[in-house]
């Protein structure tokens, strides 16, 4: 079965600083792997993801992730951060082949201080 | 194009009550599943319908059931509601598993 372990429940930091997200994960199959993220009141905006193609993915608003199947990791990175970016994040993976299912971190709640 | 619509945007029901929620998505699509969101429990996948037929299910009682119809809209359904229910329920659809997928702004769900 497919997990996701997001360590850091809440993660702060200050404008203009890298952001680090981390994601690990578990699967069974070579996985697809995914970043979401999720603003007050709204639904989950699709982010990044990996799909067995590049093991670093660039997605929107200037976030990136690795994919290091040694690690079992897939960690979101951003190398400045800005105001706009406080909001929760959420890891999430599928087994590829099987359709939708995706099985989610409990997320991070990122926070930037000016 | 238009994004994934759900409605409606909040809905109050009394315990035992039932109660339909909807969800219209990307045009082109033709997956669409549903999660069921809580402080306590996260992100829970509910099931996920393919041309009108289901094609994965989660962990959920079968007071949850869900449909889709010939042009990929999508309804779920909770009978006898209990206060446990109360939750964003997000629908999201999907081109292609490979895609990820487009989720709307949820159904928020209180069970008094």
């Known amino acids: 079965a497919q997990s996701v372990t997001q360590l850091g429940s809440h993660v702060s930091v200050s404008e203009g600083a890298l952001v680090l997200l981390r994601c690990n994960y578990s699967?069974?199959?070579?996985?697809?792997l995914f970043w979401y993220v999720q603003y007050p009141n709204q639904g989950l905006q699709l982010l990044l993801k990996?799909?067995?193609?590049?093991?670093l993915v660039k997605g929107i608003n200037g976030f990136e992730a690795e994919f290091k199947k040694s690690e079992t990791s897939f960690h979101l990175t951003k190398p400045s951060a800005h105001m706009s970016d406080a909001a929760e994040y959420f890891c999430?993976?599928?087994?590829?082949?099987?359709?939708?299912?995706?099985?989610f971190g409990a997320g991070t709640i990122l926070r930037v201080k000016s | 194009k238009a994004g994934v619509t759900q409605t409606p945007r909040y809905l109050i029901k009394t315990r035992g009550q039932q109660v339909t929620l909807s969800c219209s998505p990307i045009?082109?699509?033709?997956?669409v599943s549903w999660y069921q969101q809580t402080p306590g429990q996260g992100l829970q996948f509910l099931f996920e319908?393919?041309?009108?037929?289901?094609?994965n299910k989660g962990n959920f009682p079968g007071r949850f059931s869900g449909r889709q119809f010939s042009n990929s809209r999508s309804e779920m359904n909770v009978s006898t509601l209990e206060l446990g229910d109360s939750a964003l329920y997000l629908c999201?659809?999907?081109?292609?598993?490979?895609?990820?997928?487009?989720f709307g702004n949820g159904t928020r769900l209180t069970v008094t």
């Open positions: 999201a659809s999907s081109l292609a598993e490979r895609e990820g997928l487009h």
């Open positions: 699967s069974s199959v070579p996985p697809y």
């Open positions: 990996y799909t067995s193609a590049a093991t």
């Open positions: 999430a993976v599928a087994k590829g082949g099987y359709g939708n299912k995706l099985v």
């Open positions: 045009s082109g699509h033709r997956s």
């Open positions: 319908y393919f041309s009108e037929t289901q094609r």
